[in-house]
């Protein structure tokens, strides 16, 4: 069976510090990804997602960014994080244009 | 640019009433989703709907899909204290991607 793999679970970091949060899935190839992000009571934001190794699409731009560098890994990373970046960040992965499964989330609180 | 709107934001009710909340788009969809979120949890698919018109039932949940694949709502019927959570219908436009909408949080009062 597949499962989806996000780490670490909270993180609390400074103004201005830098920012990896890590996605991994196990039990599928060649999954689609995404990255979101939900802030405090509120909605889904779709921040990147990926068809393949290498391809990414980024959907709002802002001072993150999204790697694959293997089939099943995902990262998200800043070089200076700001207030607002503040939120519940989730990884998800689908077999096709479907139906996604989502990850335990990364809470991150910037302080 | 594509959006999905989403109502109420907010829902509170009575154990044992109705509940319904509903997503709208201005674009026909190629499909939607429902996906529920639990307090301190993460988004988990529900349900699909692809046909124009469908409407599919899981126990006390009734999903359906508008004739013209624009509009679609989640019923829930005679409400229980495990429902609460955060509602969102999921758009597909017809990519890789889906729109979520804002959400709808359901509040049980016992």
């Known amino acids: 069976s597949q499962t989806i793999h996000q780490w670490p679970a909270t993180l609390v970091q400074p103004v201005g510090s830098p920012l990896s949060l890590e996605c991994t899935v196990e039990?599928?190839?060649?999954?689609?990804l995404y990255w979101y992000r939900q802030a405090a009571g509120r909605g889904l934001q779709l921040l990147f997602y990926?068809?393949?190794?290498?391809?990414i699409s980024s959907e709002v731009p802002q001072n993150l960014s999204a790697s694959r560098p293997q089939d099943r890994q995902f990262i998200l990373s800043s070089k200076k994080l700001l207030l607002s970046d503040s939120g519940f960040y989730l990884c998800?992965?689908?077999?096709?244009?479907?139906?996604?499964?989502f990850g335990p989330g990364t809470r991150l609180t910037v302080l | 640019g594509q959006q999905v709107m989403q109502i109420p934001q907010y829902q509170h009710v009575q154990e044992g009433e109705d509940f319904t909340t509903y997503c709208n788009s201005s674009?026909?969809?190629?499909?939607i989703q429902w996906y529920k979120q639990r307090p301190g949890g993460h988004p988990v698919f529900l349900i699909q709907l692809v046909k124009s018109g469908e409407v599919k039932k899981q126990k006390r949940l009734t999903f359906q899909f508008g004739e013209a694949k624009k509009n679609s709502s989640l019923h829930i019927t005679a409400t229980q204290t495990t429902d609460v959570g955060i509602y969102f219908c999921a758009a597909n436009f017809g990519n890789e991607k889906l729109t979520f909408g804002t959400g709808t949080r359901l509040t049980i009062i016992p």
């Open positions: 039990g599928t190839s060649n999954p689609n």
């Open positions: 990926s068809v393949g190794i290498g391809q």
């Open positions: 674009t026909t969809l190629s499909n």
């Open positions: 998800a992965w689908s077999p096709l244009p479907d139906e996604q499964f």
